[in-house]
């Protein structure tokens, strides 16, 4: 029997995870399962900063962004006599199992303690990458992308006044789902990842292409993590070769994390948040809760971390047929 279980939220801020802790909390305490929530992910696991969760606690939690419980990447918990201080941590407040809201590294993380000392987990997807394996949303991830698509569109205004070219650098160090997702959503002229080889050649052919058609401006969306390098050293490059327009860089940074989280977040999150207090219903243990077609999923752990999720090429095929 789970009686009493403990939250964290790990690594990179999505918004969302506090209507994904609003949900849990909620849902636990109505089956009578008790919740303590530990602060800055794993690290307020080793150091023990805690505090019991009741029904007020997550009170006008459902449309702030961010986390109250706060969010670390803990150094220490990549050893094992750590983990183990966490562990014993766990065991002295009587928490039969953990709740992990973060994406690839912190479910990879909870796997690893789960196998050291054979305590349950339970994983939910919080990523704005929305490149978690086992769900076809993550928490945070629609969210950041309005904010981009908006950033984006305020810039085409002043890029299409003054023949601009411009290169909006958005997150995505290893995978490029926000920048291709928003370049549909944005029209933009092409979208540089990390998942595909660029070439200036390739970007420059397009816009020639523009230009031909009458294209005043353009948008070149890039993803942080591309191999090639950063927003600023493509477009220096570019500009040596192509003198057509001015260019300009915009590196939208941290600014994609923060904010309210969406209608679709707060509804993803709070669907999330109760799969889990029903996975433990049903003793489902060592799963990540995820949505696919629309449906409750549960995935094992271990799979999740052997996997990552994928960019969509159905949408990069999109867009460069219809971005002209």
Do not use: W
Not at 52 to 64: A, E, I, P, T
Not at 168 to 197: F, K, Q, W
């Amino acid at each position: 029997m789970i009686k009493k279980i403990g939250i964290i939220t790990s690594g990179g801020d999505s918004p969302g995870m506090n209507a994904a802790i609003r949900s849990l909390v909620r849902s636990a305490l109505y089956s009578n399962i008790e919740c303590v929530g530990f602060y800055r992910g794993y690290q307020g696991l080793i150091e023990n900063d805690y505090k019991f969760l009741g029904l007020r606690d997550v009170s006008q939690r459902l449309g702030l962004g961010g986390t109250f419980l706060k969010s670390a990447r803990s150094i220490d918990f990549l050893e094992k006599v750590y983990r183990a201080k966490a562990y014993e941590n766990l065991k002295s407040h009587s928490i039969d199992l953990l709740v992990v809201i973060g994406g690839n590294g912190s479910i990879k993380g909870a796997s690893v303690f789960s196998e050291d000392f054979d305590f349950p987990i339970i994983g939910i997807p919080a990523s704005i990458d929305n490149d978690v394996f086992g769900t076809d949303h993550s928490i945070g991830f629609d969210t950041s992308l309005n904010t981009i698509t908006h950033a984006i569109d305020k810039i085409r205004d002043t890029a299409r006044s003054h023949n601009r070219l411009f290169f909006i650098e958005v997150m995505g160090r290893d995978c490029g789902n926000l920048a291709i997702h928003s370049g549909l959503a944005t029209g933009a002229c092409y979208v540089i990842t990390p998942e595909v080889d660029f070439s200036i050649e390739n970007l420059i052919s397009r816009l020639d292409e523009g230009k031909k058609l009458y294209k005043t401006s353009s948008i070149v969306v890039v993803a942080e993590g591309n191999k090639y390098g950063s927003a600023s050293k493509i477009a220096k490059d570019v500009g040596k070769r192509y003198q057509e327009y001015e260019i300009k860089v915009t590196i939208l940074g941290h600014l994609q994390r923060g904010g309210s989280p969406s209608a679709f977040d707060r509804i993803v999150a709070s669907r999330l948040g109760m799969g889990a207090v029903q996975a433990i219903k049903s003793k489902k243990f060592n799963v990540i809760v995820g949505i696919i077609k629309n449906d409750i999923h549960y995935s094992p752990i271990h799979s999740v971390v052997q996997e990552s999720g994928s960019i969509q090429n159905e949408i990069i095929k999109i867009n460069s047929v219809i971005s002209r």
